[in-house]
């Protein structure tokens, strides 16, 4: 079973703050999702990346695909109440089938006014 | 569109009972999958399909059976819940099983088996 490690597992932060929330593994990702959860529903896609080294921005939230397409991060700039939910990141690896999704177990994020 | 759809929203069951979670999707699409989530565990996949009649298993199937005799729904069946199974569930559907399409995942169940 691949494992896919987010970090930090919580955070807690004052709105305007700045934060970057990371997602790791020892094997290389044929692409990598990141989706934002709120309480009560289900996963909703942000972003998929694909490619190493691959920056994406998503109005206030910027995602980097790593060199070695094995990791990848989350950045938010001056962080919003809005912005609260569970943050997970879910990879496609490079060995192993195409339609199988590994995810990470989640950062729980809360911006407080 | 009303997206993939999961009914119940809630559900309580003895150890031992049977009980079937439905889904359905209203969107075409050939891929439905079914996940669990448990705290500090993300989402793990229990069973996925390709497309009307393949199922195939995932990363915890043990416990839990799939049919899909039609491109909308994807029901899952639990013989005889344990209290392990206690979690919430989750199906998804995208419109391939590709590396780059955005699964769309249902409002969730969330189980309880005493």
């Known amino acids: 079973t691949q494992l896919l490690e987010q970090s930090p597992q919580f955070l807690s932060i004052q709105e305007g703050e700045n934060l970057t929330v990371y997602c790791n593994s020892s094997s290389v990702f044929s692409s990598l999702q990141w989706y934002r959860q709120e309480p009560g529903e289900g996963p909703v896609l942000l972003v998929t990346v694909v490619t190493g080294g691959e920056v994406k921005k998503l109005k206030r939230l910027t995602f980097q695909f790593g060199d070695a397409r094995k990791d990848s991060s989350l950045h938010i700039t001056a962080a919003q109440p809005g912005d609260t939910g569970l943050y997970l990141c879910?990879?496609?690896?490079?060995?192993?089938?195409?339609?199988?999704?590994?995810f990470g177990s989640g950062t729980q994020l809360t911006v407080l006014p | 569109n009303a997206g993939v759809t999961q009914t119940p929203k809630f559900q309580v069951l003895k150890t031992g009972q049977s009980m079937t979670l439905q889904c359905a999707q209203d969107m075409n699409h050939e891929y439905m999958s079914w996940y669990r989530q448990d705290p500090g565990m993300g989402l793990r996949l229990i069973h996925y399909?390709?497309?009307?009649?393949?199922?195939d298993q995932g990363e915890v199937p043990n416990g839990y059976n799939v049919s899909r005799s039609t491109t909308e729904d994807f029901p899952l069946r639990l013989l005889s819940a344990a209290p392990s199974q206690t979690s919430v569930y989750f199906c998804a559907s995208s419109s391939t099983g590709g590396w780059y399409n955005e699964q769309f995942f249902g409002p969730g169940t969330r189980l309880t088996v005493l």
């Open positions: 399909s390709v497309g009307a009649g393949i199922t």
């Open positions: 879910a990879g496609n690896y490079a060995s192993g089938s195409a339609r199988q999704l590994t």
